[in-house]
């Protein structure tokens, strides 16, 4: 495609559902990232894709964090059991040098 | 610890005014940097990246500098126009294609007619 896309744009959970965001990235990235920005800051790394294979989890906050991209292209970000402080934008980028970004999730947790 | 800090955190002028965004970064050893614009409710869109061995870059009406040694960086935007006005975000890149990105917490631009 010719950016990247992230789906769906806004979601509302309430408090203890699962959500599921998907990323569509630049076709032909090898690299793709997960990024949290929370209201008034910068975006905060959280995970790392080389392809299939999932590089760094480093900045995954708890284990109800789960992302994949297990044939390399569209990633899935799931977050189990949300809570409050999960609410955020998520912002999903591909590399090949320069990172480009998709419009971001916002997510509200109620 | 690797941190990424703008100032000022908000500016206001009024249209038609050249002004300096400034970025800092405490470890020198980039691979590069990269400047973003952030509209409200959007998401990040690329304005300009220099890779460290160059000093920097220009787009138009912008223009970024690098100097790795004092660890500083600085958008340059020429002739305000209140189309400029969004968020601009500075991220510094230490890993190469497999790096993530640092951000700055951003300063937040409002040119005034």
Do not use: M
């Not at chain 1, 806004?10 to 559902?17: E, L």
């Amino acid at each position: 495609g010719a950016g990247v896309s992230q789906s769906p744009r806004y979601k509302v959970a309430k408090r203890g559902q699962d959500v599921a965001l998907r990323c569509d990235p630049i076709s032909g990235h090898v690299s793709l990232f997960w990024y949290q920005q929370a209201l008034g800051q910068g975006p905060e790394f959280l995970t790392y894709f080389q392809n299939e294979a999932q590089l760094d989890k480093s900045g995954l906050p708890s284990d109800r964090f789960f992302a994949e991209r297990p044939e390399g292209s569209v990633s899935t970000l799931k977050i189990q059991r949300t809570q409050q402080e999960d609410s955020a934008v998520y912002l999903c980028a591909s590399s090949l040098a320069e990172a480009f970004f998709g419009q971001g999730t916002r997510l509200t947790v109620v | 610890k690797q941190e990424v800090t703008q100032i000022p955190a908000a500016l206001s002028v009024p249209e038609g005014e050249n002004l300096v965004l400034n970025c800092s970064f405490t470890d020198s050893a980039i691979y590069n940097l990269q400047w973003f614009r952030q509209d409200p409710g959007k998401g990040l869109t690329s304005l300009l990246l220099i890779q460290s061995s160059q000093r920097e870059q220009t787009s138009g009406r912008l223009n970024a500098s690098l100097d790795k040694s004092s660890g500083r960086s600085t958008l340059y935007i020429a002739a305000s126009q209140p189309g400029d006005s969004a968020t601009y975000l500075c991220a510094v890149n230490y890993g190469g294609s497999q790096g993530n990105l640092i951000f700055g917490k951003g300063t937040k631009l409002s040119v005034k007619p």
